[in-house]
């Protein structure tokens, strides 16, 4: 039972493009969802979060948006870049101090 | 900057062994936690501490202890190793009231044979 799913296995991206990983979940009590990051060889890092009194996060050139009544949020990277290349985790908790669910991770590639 | 140290990058033990992953965190995080990464399973919570010598298990704890003697320093330990343990393993700490931002270390690759 998934609460927190990333479809999309992997995706292909041109540098300079726009980059769009999505993520849904299905646990309604869900109020705070969280982006992380992941390099080979390296331990995830934290990348961008949002709280569901909000619909939209910037941090940059990451954007996160929050679809509450589709229980559906999207990571936006504009422009892409080489080194965006990753394994991009979603993640949602209950509220800012519980416990957090993760998806199983989208690899995100760069093209040149 | 802030560092979450793993003890090996790499173990290969023996079915029925007992197996210590050891995790230091240099941030006075008050919260540490243990995860394994399976492909296509993702990130899953196997136990967690709020503080010395307080344990919660996760989502995953069957087969697993932990031991959390300091602050600073968060043990998993696989009381008899098994094949289906084989896995990357990953510690992670949090402030107390940053629970969800969680800093990683670079993870431990245990195989079992």
């Known amino acids: 039972d998934q609460q927190v799913k990333q479809n999309s296995p992997s995706l292909s991206v041109q540098e300079g493009r726009i980059s769009i990983l999505n993520c849904d979940y299905t646990n309604s009590m869900f109020d705070y969802f969280l982006w992380y990051k992941k390099y080979p060889a390296e331990g995830p890092t934290f990348l961008i979060s949002i709280s569901s009194i909000k619909d939209k996060n910037e941090d940059g050139r990451f954007t996160v948006f929050l679809n509450k009544s589709a229980k559906h949020l999207s990571l936006h990277i504009v422009p892409s870049q080489p080194g965006d290349s990753a394994v991009y985790f979603c993640a949602a908790s209950m509220n800012r101090d519980d416990k957090i669910i993760f998806g199983k991770g989208t690899r995100l590639h760069i093209l040149p | 900057d802030v560092k979450v140290t793993q003890s090996s990058r790499y173990l290969v033990k023996r079915t029925g062994e007992k197996v210590f992953l050891e995790c230091v965190q240099d941030?006075?995080?008050?919260?540490m936690f243990w995860y394994r990464q399976d492909p296509g399973l993702g990130l899953r919570l196997i136990y967690f501490?709020?503080?010395?010598?307080?344990?919660e298990k996760g989502d995953i704890p069957e087969g697993y202890s932990v031991s959390r003697e300091k602050k600073e320093r968060f043990s998993l330990i696989l009381e008899s190793a098994s094949t289906n343990q084989t896995s990357m393993y990953l510690c992670?700490?949090?402030?107390?009231?940053?629970?969800?931002?969680?800093?990683f270390g670079p993870g431990t690759r245990l195989t079992v044979l």
């Open positions: 941030m006075d995080h008050e919260n």
């Open positions: 992670a700490s949090s402030f107390v009231d940053s629970y969800n931002e969680q800093f």
């Open positions: 501490s709020y503080d010395v010598k307080m344990k």
